[in-house]
């Protein structure tokens, strides 16, 4: 009896964890995992800057709209690729679509710090022909969010 | 008039001399049939009646070939490569009417047999001089120039669905031969098809030109014969028996094809030859996937790859830099599989041609086989550039690349 109840217990358990496992897998990514983000960002700015007082989605769409042309001639700017607005679906070079970049369209997206260290690592390059700054990366996923 | 002998050599010399000794049934039938097809002795003459010559299977025949061989000779000579499908079928249907018709020469009616063709180089001959003569008699079944003409017809088909299966299994890797043909004996088989197609096509002139002979100059209904099946007769006549070859032989005679189909599709079942389906892996499908479409592995060669590979980070024009264990692993992906372990057309004639620039999009053969497409459709919505093989390739995932699967889009830019 006693082994049972134990046995319902801990199946019970298992349910719940592989459904949140599973939730965690199509669900679009948490306003947590973003607030995480951000914060490493902000920690970065910090010991560049000590005083750094926080990041600006205007300064982040002014980037988004920038057109450096400092990097590869194929990329001028952010909009080459993913149009002015960033509620569109943007096109590849190679005639790929690219999800919407503002939050609201494409909920799935900045949940992965991993992935947004890849595309800024390359991206920044392509387009500035640099990395891109703790600010400037705060600053464009600010201005994202908000929109 | 007897043929002068220059004209009976160039006759000797066009004669498919393996057909001789078919007919083995002397003059003597022919001569009984006396076919009436003179309108004014109609009148004079009567008891005339009409006799069944071309039973229904074999009508039935002549008629899905007319309509068969149009199909298949509109979308080879005409359509554009997107039709090899309606091509492709139309071909399987002519290789199932030919092996009825093999099966019906030999099981069918009397006159459908091909031992009662009037065949012999004499008869062949003298019914040539006839012709030039103007004095043509009919005939109850086949005439002789006309016997002749249905075994080039015959053998010609047989040849253009062999060619064609051929090329349909090295080229596209499709068919029942798709399991045992190399693309090199492919694309050599489709030279053979070109002009086995062009020479049927020139004996149906032949044909329809005979006919046109037979109906204005002889006066000879055989149109009409080959709609409704009888010619008129007089006179005394010998009807062999199982002159209609029905119900066993139209059995048989089905049969054949049936045993043709069936097996067929087993053998087009088969694993292609030089094409195996890739698990393309999750990495790939997603690290190169985000921008383009995950090109398959048979496009480019080892060393292209390699090369693709070392310059990730000005990958045409961008920073696609990857992590060292990722690129690893896609690496060793891309090389296990690369043009060299395939033996598509697309990677014989794109992936084993490596380019200065990496891109495929610089071989000849690609190049050859895009100059028509407008540089609008590359713009287009949906397209977007010349390396988005998905747009139009709807098989481009799987690194076949068939002319059936593709599709270039219209609609608007």
């Known amino acids: 009896m006693n082994l049972s109840k134990g046995l319902l217990a801990r199946s019970m358990v298992a349910v719940a964890v592989v459904a949140c496992l599973a939730v965690q897998f199509v669900h679009p990514a948490s306003a947590n995992q973003r607030q995480q983000i951000i914060e490493k960002i902000t920690s970065e700015a910090k010991t560049l800057d000590q005083n750094f007082p926080g990041f600006s989605a205007d300064r982040g769409k002014a980037l988004f709209l920038s057109r450096p042309a400092t990097g590869k001639p194929d990329t001028p700017s952010c909009t080459s690729c993913h149009t002015s607005n960033p509620s569109n679906v943007g096109e590849t070079r190679a005639g790929k679509e690219i999800a919407p970049m503002a939050l609201s369209k494409s909920p799935e997206r900045y949940g992965d710090l991993e992935k947004i260290e890849k595309w800024f690592r390359r991206n920044c390059n392509s387009v500035l022909g640099r990395a891109c700054t703790p600010v400037e990366q705060g600053d464009f996923l600010t201005f994202m969010f908000s929109q | ?413």
């Not at chain 2, 006799?51 to 080879?76: E, K, Q, Y």
């Not at chain 2, 020139?202 to 002889?218: K, M």
């Not at chain 2, 310059?311 to 696609?320: S, T, Y």
Request: with cysteine; charged share 20%; net charge positive.
């Open chain 2, 1 to 413: 008039m007897r043929p002068i002998p220059a004209f009976r050599l160039i006759v000797a010399m066009g004669y498919p001399w393996f057909v001789v000794g078919i007919e083995t049934k002397p003059a003597d039938i022919i001569m009984d049939y006396r076919l009436h097809s003179d309108p004014d002795r109609l009148a004079v003459e009567p008891p005339v009646k009409e006799t069944l010559i071309w039973d229904l299977p074999l009508r039935l025949f002549h008629w899905s070939m007319v309509c068969v061989v149009t199909v298949a000779a509109l979308t080879g000579f005409f359509a554009p490569v997107g039709w090899l499908d309606v091509h492709t079928v139309a071909g399987y249907a002519l290789s199932s009417l030919l092996a009825f018709r093999l099966a019906w020469g030999f099981f069918g009616g009397h006159f459908s047999k091909f031992k009662t063709f009037p065949l012999s180089r004499d008869r062949v001959i003298k019914h040539l001089g006839q012709i030039i003569a103007r004095k043509s008699p009919a005939h109850i079944g086949h005439n002789p120039t006309g016997a002749l003409m249905i075994v080039v017809l015959l053998l010609g088909l047989i040849a253009v669905v062999l060619t064609g299966l051929v090329t349909l299994g090295g080229q596209e890797k499709l068919g029942p031969l798709a399991f045992i043909t190399s693309y090199k004996i492919g694309h050599f088989s489709k030279e053979l098809h070109e002009m086995a197609a062009f020479a049927v096509v020139g004996a149906i002139f032949i044909h329809l030109f005979g006919v046109f002979v037979e109906t204005r100059v002889f006066k000879h209904r055989v149109i009409q014969a080959m709609v409704t099946g009888k010619k008129v007769t007089v006179g005394k006549f010998l009807i062999p028996k199982h002159r209609n070859g029905a119900p066993r032989g139209v059995i048989l005679s089905l049969l054949v094809p049936a045993v043709l189909i069936a097996g067929g599709t087993v053998l087009a079942n088969k694993t292609p030859a030089g094409w195996k389906l890739l698990e393309i892996p999750a990495v790939y499908a997603s690290e190169c996937g985000d921008c383009h479409s995950a090109y398959h592995p048979s496009l480019r060669s080892a060393g292209a790859w390699q090369a693709v590979m070392a310059g990730l980070p000005d990958h045409f024009g961008e920073d696609a830099s990857l992590g060292q264990k990722t690129a690893g692993r896609i690496s060793a992906f891309l090389q296990a599989n690369s043009a060299t372990t395939f033996d598509t057309k697309v990677a014989r004639r794109v992936g084993r041609n490596d380019t200065k620039s990496l891109r495929m999009t610089d071989t000849p053969f690609w190049k050859k086989r895009h100059d028509e497409i407008d540089d609008a459709v590359f713009r287009m919505r949906g397209v977007g550039s010349k390396v988005n093989c998905n747009a139009c390739h709807k098989d481009a995932m799987s690194g076949r690349f068939g002319d059936a699967n593709i599709h270039v889009p219209t609609g608007d830019k």
